[in-house]
C-alpha cells in the first residue's frame, strides 16, 4: 500500500509542470556545473601550491648558481653559499626576497623591483655592520641603480637593514 501511495505521489509529481519546477531543475543543473568548475579551479590550486612548495630547494640552487655566475663574471670573490630556510620567520621578511649565506660568513638577499616599468633584479649583500651593498644583476637594473630615485634606494636600503637584523637575530637563535 505504501508502495503505491509512493508512486502517486511521484506521478502527480511529474504531472505538475509548473515554472516553479523547471526554474529549480535549472537551478540545480547550473549548481552541478558550477560545483565542477569550482572544484577543478581548487585541485589546480592545490596542484599548483605544492609544485611551488615542493619545487623551491631547486628553484634556490639554481638562483644561487646565476648569481655566483655574475658575481664571478664581474670579479667580485664572494659566493653564495646556500638558502636560508624561511619556515617559521616572521612574514615580512619571508615576502621581501630570498635570502641566502654567503661563503664569507655573511647574509645576501636577491629580491626584485620594478621601476618606471622596468624589472630590476638585484643582489644586496649585507655585511658585517649591517649595511647592505647593493649589485645588480642585469644591466636594466644597474640603469635603474645608477638613475634611480635617491629617496626609493633609501627606503629600499633601510628596509634591508631591518630585515637582515631580524635574520641575523633568528640564525643567531637557531645555530647556537
Not at 653559499?81 to 626576497?97: K, L, Y
Request: aromatic share 10%.
Amino acid at each position: 500500500m505504501k508502495r503505491r501511495q509512493k508512486n502517486v505521489f511521484f506521478e502527480r509529481l511529474s504531472r505538475l509542470d509548473s515554472d516553479f519546477f523547471k526554474k529549480i531543475k535549472h537551478f540545480i543543473k547550473n549548481l552541478n556545473e558550477t560545483s565542477v568548475f569550482a572544484i577543478w579551479l581548487a585541485v589546480l590550486t592545490l596542484v599548483s601550491a605544492l609544485i611551488w612548495g615542493f619545487t623551491a630547494g631547486l628553484r634556490n640552487n639554481i638562483t644561487a648558481d646565476m648569481v655566483n655566475k655574475i658575481l664571478a663574471e664581474s670579479g667580485e670573490e664572494r659566493r653564495i653559499a646556500q638558502s636560508v630556510s624561511m619556515w617559521h620567520v616572521p612574514g615580512n621578511i619571508a615576502q621581501f626576497g630570498t635570502w641566502f649565506t654567503m661563503t664569507s660568513q655573511e647574509n645576501a638577499v636577491i629580491f626584485p623591483f620594478i621601476v618606471e616599468g622596468i624589472f630590476s633584479p638585484c643582489l644586496a649583500i649585507i655585511g658585517n655592520d649591517g649595511k647592505p651593498k647593493l649589485i645588480p644583476l642585469t644591466v636594466n637594473a644597474e640603469r635603474v641603480i645608477s638613475r634611480g630615485n635617491p629617496g626609493y634606494l633609501r627606503v629600499l636600503t633601510e628596509r634591508i637593514e631591518k630585515n637582515a637584523g631580524i635574520l641575523k637575530r633568528i640564525l643567531d637563535e637557531r645555530y647556537r
